[in-house]
């Protein structure tokens, strides 16, 4: 095998690395939000929000992703719909990522105890305040390492954006193919810059996880009597 070509298109594989990276984090970025308000719809006692919630993540899960991309990309034309091939790529890995956020924040959020919800509720916290200072911080944490196996999933599907041409990793290597004659160097490196990215992020997010678990795990509890407290001195 050849990779003397390295010397002269190393460039090209970090426009191609960087250009994935900015894929990923805003497809998991946006798809995050859209998933926490897509899990709030999913255990709403308002049926129609449910039923939404319910719809989307069941048509989005069951179908590929490649078609998502393709229909926003070339579908949505027929409507009036012009995007760039970079905003496409990002709104279909958004809307992918949100169906799947959506089910982990859904199976966190359940996962917590009811008996804090209860407390914070007992003392006078509105049930938005009780959601976003008592349950989510507690859900988020316990759902890290599956929200991080969604940034790796991301990662590497976003390699299939690629078919309506963002010069991502993929398509730069399959340029290069082409271009050099090469049909099997320029994938090996591909390979070893995902698995880099991937290795290297799955580490970070295990650092983050133990340091979050080193924290006091009561300290949703305390920011509840803290409020209180500050309640309290208020009213005096």
């Not at 926490?36 to 993540?57: E, P, Q």
């Not at 890995?93 to 804090?116: H, P």
């Not at 790796?152 to 082409?178: C, F, H, M, P, W």
Request: glycine fraction near 8%; proline fraction near 3%.
């Amino acid at each position: 095998m050849d990779f003397s070509f390295l010397q002269d298109y190393w460039p090209m594989f970090a426009k191609g690395a960087w250009m994935t990276l900015k894929l990923s984090f805003f497809g998991v970025l946006l798809g995050t939000l859209f998933g926490v308000l897509f899990a709030l719809m999913r255990i709403s006692r308002i049926w129609i929000l449910k039923a939404v919630a319910s719809i989307y993540i069941e048509v989005i899960r069951g179908t590929p992703l490649l078609v998502q991309i393709l229909v926003i990309y070339y579908g949505l034309t027929e409507f009036g719909i012009n995007m760039s091939a970079f905003m496409a790529g990002v709104t279909a890995l958004t809307i992918n990522s949100a169906a799947y956020m959506a089910e982990v924040f859904r199976a966190g959020i359940q996962a917590i105890d009811k008996g804090q919800t209860e407390a914070a509720r007992s003392l006078g916290m509105p049930k938005g305040m009780t959601m976003r200072y008592i349950v989510l911080p507690q859900a988020f944490r316990n759902m890290l390492p599956a929200i991080g196996n969604e940034f790796i999933i991301i990662l590497k599907d976003s390699s299939l954006v690629s078919t309506v041409g963002i010069a991502e990793l993929l398509y730069n290597a399959r340029t290069l193919q082409g271009s050099l004659f090469l049909p099997f160097e320029p994938l090996i490196v591909v390979s070893v810059c995902y698995f880099v990215m991937t290795f290297t992020l799955s580490k970070l997010l295990g650092a983050l996880e133990r340091k979050l678990s080193n924290r006091d795990s009561s300290s949703g509890i305390k920011k509840i009597f803290r409020k209180k407290r500050d309640s309290e001195r208020h009213r005096l």
